[in-house]
């Protein structure tokens, strides 16, 4: 009995694998003829190996100095063909109905393909992970199992029989106007409201009053801001007071981002910029165009607090930095939804809401 003891306290404190087993050694010679096929297999593949590799035995000088691939092409006088296998893009689109049809822009082989996106935005994977569930939780509307919508009213209305001049005519448009406002369907998986584009559009009237100086400072400022190249426009309308004529002054630059430049703009813009605005309420609730968009202005101190002015001030003339409008592109189908958005993502509003 005392034998017993040690035995069994070493077995608890070994390892399972080297631990005694307690089944009985016997059913460990019964082999089966499935388990000779793995073995056989790999001494199959084993016979085929090189005993040696090439790769030790060096090659003689000679085939190594012969081997030039530049003078071989050069030398050749002929192209080589090109693969009849070998894809290449059309030039140009013509048409859905021509029979060579470009690769989507998504494709490497297509010749608008850009590579990317390389990193994860912080605010791309907060939408990603907490701000879609949510929008999609609150605005969820349920509806019972056996439920069906009404019917909805013709979009055109028909004429009567009450007079024979009624006959054979089109159809009379909805009453009440001759436009109709966007009807808001339900968000879904499918459909919750996300940033499209934002941008960013700034005014000078001075480069036509003064002189050009004025507009590449603001063209500096706004690529700096949005890390994207601008563009450049001319005066449409005439203003006197300005000396502004149509055509005859570029007065304005324009930056529009997507993708990964527009999450990293507006992460800088809710988290720098905004807070740190001095009595400043919000984007007022009457903003937007009511299709999704909301629009709204910083003053010149005010751009100039993003950290690329901020960090180079001295480079940018202090009279000269502009402000600029910045429009925000969602995919909501009304300015309530975009709002909602906004809101989740950090912008705040104030005032009168109107849907």
């Given amino acids: 009995m005392a034998a017993r003891e040690p035995s069994r306290y070493l077995a608890r404190t070994l390892p399972r694998a080297i631990a005694p087993s307690a089944r009985p050694q016997t059913l460990a010679c019964r082999r089966n003829a499935s388990d000779d096929a793995p073995a056989r297999r790999l001494s199959n593949h084993l016979a085929e190996l090189e005993t040696e590799s090439s790769l030790a035995t060096p090659l003689p000088a000679d085939t190594v100095k012969s081997f030039n691939p530049v003078a071989a092409a050069k030398s050749r006088r002929a192209q080589l063909p090109r693969s009849r296998y070998q894809f290449r893009p059309p030039k140009y689109d013509r048409g859905p109905l021509h029979p060579h049809q470009p690769p989507p822009p998504s494709d490497p082989s297509s010749r ?4 990317g ?16 569930s949510d929008i999609l939780t609150l605005c969820y509307v349920h509806n019972p199992p056996g439920f069906t919508p009404p019917p909805k009213a013709p979009r055109l209305r028909e004429w009567d029989d009450s007079s024979p001049y009624h006959k054979n005519r089109p159809l009379r448009g909805p009453r009440g106007g001759d436009v ?14 996300e940033l499209e584009r934002i941008t960013i559009h700034s005014y000078v009237k001075q480069a036509a009053q003064e002189n ?21 426009f001319k005066s449409r309308a005439s203003v006197s007071t300005w000396s502004i004529a149509p055509g005859r002054d570029t007065v304005a630059v324009k930056a529009e981002l997507r993708g990964e ?3 990293h ?37 005010q751009v100039a607090l993003f950290p690329e002015i901020e960090v180079n001030y001295d480079m940018y003339p202090p009279k000269m930095i502009p402000g600029c409008h910045i429009t925000i592109h ?3 189908q009304a300015d309530k939804d975009a709002r909602l958005l906004l809101s989740a993502m950090g912008v705040p509003f104030h005032g009168k809401i109107v849907n």
């Fill in 212 to 232: 050009s100086g004025w507009l590449h400072v603001a063209g500096m400022a706004v690529q700096a801001i949005s890390n994207k190249r601008v563009e450049t």
């Fill in 112 to 115: 608008v393909f850009v590579p």
């Fill in 180 to 193: 109709l406002r966007l009807l808001r369907k339900p968000i879904k998986f499918n459909s919750i409201p």
């Fill in 330 to 332: 969602t995919s909501a």
């Fill in 265 to 301: 703009f507006f992460g800088k813009l809710v988290d720098v910029v905004l807070p740190r605005l001095k009595d400043w309420p919000g984007v007022k609730g009457t903003s937007g165009d009511s299709s999704g968009n909301i629009t709204f202005g910083l003053e010149p101190e």
């Fill in 261 to 263: 430049d527009m999450y």
């Fill in 117 to 132: 996106p390389f990193s994860l935005p912080r605010v791309q994977q907060t939408y990603d992970a907490a701000i879609a």
